[in-house]
């Protein structure tokens, strides 16, 4: 199944045009009660149910979770990266993604507005109703309804019988299981420690930013060993990686430089090198090798990496203002790899399914 609520929003919108779409969205994400009374039905249904916020989430108990994120904002970004994200979407996934054209056309847009995410959910007050990690959690969800809407009118390109409906809640579910509990497992590879408090806080709140973004609440993992089993399920479920799989793992680790703005082309091998060796140290060989990765040795790569964590976790206890600093370039390392716009958040939709066709959203 798709995800019926926003299916249905973007259905009635869609007629309306790309401007009315994006000024209704607009002034419906920043609560302007004119908006609601001039949109169709559909659009006060929505913000109705995706207003009601289940008692599991609240501010204290996301309070652990983010203070976690930010002292370990590098090193949990690299585990999402070379790790999480590559298992999350090495799956047919993939499939929606190589077919558009989203990575080819706009790939490092697509993965800088993907690490804003992360980064607004990770903020304090960012699920909040008023927050940016709540609004941006909305628009994906939209965006996936659009992108399903667009796929499932192209019969040429997407085999609904073979592949199933574009976009699924099936799939987003184990993104989920994939961009929390096995964020902690590749963090913890590279030295993050979490107390029992911290990991359970970061999971609910990767669980509330997938509630708002749609997934049903069976396929929303209630705790971390419940999210490993999703992933170990969906895991088998999946094919093994193909051409598809491939492009996406690939073009996401090569896609590290030119995030992060690394313009010399020496320093755009080395750092891709090290990408590349992390990530595979990350999922394995195997999975490496079956998404053809190169063949860079990565024997004691985590357990340096683990012993570096542990270095700077002392000196930092030992220095504060080492610490203060150092947890400052992390913060600006996370805002360098993220995208932003002067203009604020935008929520136009892509109106053709090839991304080279479509209007910039």
Request: net charge neutral; aromatic share 10%.
């Amino acid at each position: 199944m798709g995800d019926p609520p926003a299916d249905a929003l973007i259905e009635a919108l869609t007629p309306l045009g790309g401007r009315e779409l994006h000024r209704l969205l607009s002034g419906a994400m920043n609560e302007q009660a004119s908006v609601f009374q001039e949109g169709p039905r559909e659009l006060r249904e929505f913000f109705d149910l995706v207003e009601d916020r289940p008692s599991w989430a609240s501010a204290e108990a996301f309070e652990p979770g983010i203070g976690s994120f930010h002292r370990n904002s590098e090193l949990i970004l690299q585990g999402l990266v070379g790790g999480s994200l590559v298992e999350g979407f090495s799956t047919n996934i993939s499939r929606s993604f190589v077919i558009t054209g989203r990575l080819r056309e706009q790939g490092v847009r697509r993965l800088r507005q993907n690490n804003r995410h992360v980064l607004e959910i990770f903020m304090p007050g960012g699920l909040e109703r008023y927050g940016d990690g709540w609004k941006l959690s909305v628009r994906l969800r939209l965006v996936h309804a659009q992108v399903r809407r667009l796929l499932s009118n192209d019969l040429d390109d997407w085999d609904v019988d073979s592949w199933g409906v574009p976009l699924s809640s099936a799939h987003m579910g184990f993104a989920a299981s994939a961009f929390s509990a096995r964020c902690l497992k590749h963090s913890r590879q590279l030295g993050v420690r979490f107390s029992n408090a911290e990991s359970h806080s970061f999971m609910l709140v990767w669980r509330y930013a997938m509630h708002l973004m749609g997934i049903p609440e069976a396929l929303l993992p209630k705790d971390e060993d419940q999210a490993s089993r999703f992933f170990q399920i969906g895991a088998i479920c999946e094919p093994p990686p193909d051409f598809e799989s491939i492009i996406m793992a690939n073009s996401l680790i090569n896609a590290a430089p030119l995030v992060l703005g690394v313009a010399n082309e020496d320093d755009k091998k080395d750092l891709l090198k090290l990408a590349y060796a992390v990530s595979r140290a990350l999922i394995g060989d195997e999975m490496a090798d079956q998404l053809k990765y190169p063949k860079y040795k990565h024997r004691g790569l985590l357990l340096g990496a683990r012993v570096q964590t542990r270095v700077n976790s002392v000196l930092d206890f030992l220095f504060r203002e080492r610490s203060q600093r150092r947890r400052f370039n992390h913060f600006v390392y996370m805002m360098s790899a993220a995208a932003f716009d002067d203009a604020g958040i935008s929520y136009r939709m892509p109106d053709h399914v090839y991304a080279e066709r479509s209007v910039n959203w």
